[in-house]
Nanobody, 125 residues
Framework: QVQLVESGGGLVQTGDSLRLSCTFSGRTFSPGAMGWFRQFPGRERTFVAAIGWTTEREYYTESTKDRFTISKDVAKNTVYLQMNILKPEDTAIYYC??????????????????WGQGTQVTVSS
């Protein structure tokens, strides 16, 4: 059974930084890629960033690519999302996702097989 656990969310002020982590477990699980999504109140989840697990490919949504960086530590089964210069409009629940199907880059929620429980990020003005 594959499990993803996010951490690192919290309440910060405008301009601050946060680093989210997502660690997965599951015997012999090796995802093709990992992704981060976020969900604003009352809205559907939207894509933020993705990274190849066995490649060096990265992909970002246009609105965050200059402030957010996705990275990984394969030895720790962990993917990170470094978020800098946070804005109130970044306030959302952030989810990590694993093992997408389809063609890179996978940016749709239904392309990912496994999801974490989400971590709340709140940016005050």
């Amino acid at each position: 059974q594959v499990q993803l656990v996010e951490s690192g969310g919290g309440l910060v002020q405008t301009g601050d930084s946060l680093r989210l982590s997502c660690t997965f477990s599951g015997r012999t699980f090796s995802p093709g890629a990992m992704g981060w999504f976020r969900q604003f109140p009352g809205r559907e989840r939207t894509f933020v960033a993705a990274i190849g697990w066995t490649t060096e490919r990265e992909y970002y949504t246009e609105s965050t690519k200059d402030r957010f960086t996705i990275s990984k530590d394969v030895a720790k089964n962990t993917v990170y999302l470094q978020m800098n210069i946070l804005k109130p409009e970044d306030t959302a629940i952030y989810y990590c996702a694993a093992d997408p199907r389809g063609t890179w880059p996978q940016v749709l929620t239904n392309e990912y097989q496994y999801w974490g429980q989400g971590t709340q990020v709140t940016v005050s003005s």
